[in-house]
């Protein structure tokens, strides 16, 4: 949806709570406000797992920090 179609059905839905008639079936309004986002093109799709190639990588662990640390003092001829 792009901007403009949100937009128009943020103000759907806002109109659809607002001209609630008191006592109204909480699921019947939300499967009204359901049908209304899949009129204006909104589809509900899973979540897809990222390409590997955009797959976080593991941080640094304890390890790492470790041999980190050896060789920045190593370089400093073991000070600090």
Do not use: C, N
Request: aromatic residues 4%.
């Amino acid at each position: 949806m792009t901007d403009h179609e949100v937009t128009a059905a943020v103000e759907a839905v806002e109109r659809q709570l607002r001209d609630r008639e008191p006592g109204t079936d909480d699921e019947v309004l939300a499967r009204e406000i359901i049908v209304m986002l899949q009129g204006r093109g909104w589809r509900p799709t899973e979540a897809k797992r990222p390409p590997h190639w955009k797959q976080q990588r593991p941080g640094p662990g304890e390890d790492t920090y470790r041999e980190g640390l050896a060789a920045a003092r190593e370089s400093l001829g073991g000070a600090a």
